[in-house]
């Protein structure tokens, strides 16, 4: 098991950037896929991203492709996520999450406890 640990959420205005970390420790994850997702208030869980082990391919939700990056460091043991051009529907809970069999198949095994994303209009 590993454990996660979000970072860089915040209160930003719409049209604005941030980048979020997703560190782990107890073990590595370079061998996992890693993805991140987010819950907005009253609102189920939704995928926004995932990565491979190796970073060499990615997925996006429709809803964020062309305005968010995902990205990873293995020698930091570190996943990001870039966000560019938010909105105020993009204001949620994020959370990383890694292990599983792909970064295709949206079922990870370890999660972190997230942070709040909040962009104001």
């Known amino acids: 098991q590993v454990h996660l640990v979000e970072s860089g959420g915040g209160l930003v205005q719409a049209g604005a950037s941030l980048r979020l970390s997703c560190a782990a420790a107890g073990r590595s994850f370079e061998c996992d896929p890693v993805g991140w997702f987010r819950r907005a208030r009253g609102k189920e869980r939704e995928f926004v991203a995932s990565i491979s082990w190796n970073g060499g391919h990615t997925d996006y939700a429709s809803s964020v492709k062309g305005r968010f990056t995902i990205s990873r460091d293995n020698a930091k043991n570190t996943v990001y996520l870039q966000m560019s051009s938010l909105k105020p529907d993009d204001t949620a809970v994020y959370s990383c999450?890694?292990?599983?069999?792909?970064?295709?198949?949206?079922?990870?095994?370890?999660w972190g406890q997230g942070t709040q994303v909040t962009v104001s209009s």
């Open positions: 999450a890694a292990g599983g069999a792909s970064y295709t198949t949206r079922d990870f095994d370890d």
